[in-house]
């Protein structure tokens, strides 16, 4: 899902770019021509910025006072769901665990490395989208043939333009998988 570059502000995937070097937030918003990036200098005022209009946050884990650590608690306590890819300098360790990322990048990094993990995760965010909707499509479906005989359920159009949206939407979700490389694929399946 590779944004446009002559999409509007409003159809246009947002970044929230968090670091307290301002070349690297800079950098990113160069690199990511076509997305709307938005920066922050340090936790507080990232999570000034972070909305629901906040696609993906590219964090970086140690800034001067909040660290990108309690950046991230607090955003998973609001009511968003950005992705949130920590693009930092700290290696990973066993503290990474129980943290709720969705991709973690070590610096240095450079334009295309940033770029494909704002598209992977904007994939992953589409994908999630399509099952979710999906899954909602099929328990309905479920629910009226558990109700109704099959002979009830063909004489009914609105049952007919739920299976052809269920078929429509499983298609979809096909053809996003097909388009994901083994990485982001790995990463969407340990999502379930």
Known sequence: MSAEGD??????????????EPRITQSFD??????????????????????????????????????????LEQIRERDVSPRVAMITGVEPDF???????????EKPVGPEEVADTVDGLLDRTTYDERIGELETVAGKIALLEDTYTDAELEDH?????????????????????ADLDSGEFEQIMSDF
């Open 30 to 71: 160069i690199w990511l021509d076509g997305y709307e990036v938005l920066t922050a200098m340090s936790g507080e005022e990232a999570l000034s910025a972070v909305s629901d209009r906040v696609d993906v946050v590219l964090l970086d884990r140690h800034m001067p006072g909040m660290s990108g650590d309690e950046v």
């Open 157 to 177: 159009e609105r049952f007919t333009e739920l299976v052809e949206r269920r078929d429509r939407l499983r298609r979809e979700a096909d053809e996003l998988l």
């Open 95 to 105: 503290d990474i665990v129980e943290m709720p990322f969705d991709d973690y990048v």
């Open 7 to 20: 999409a509007t502000d409003a159809e246009r995937p947002v970044v929230l770019a968090v670091d307290d």
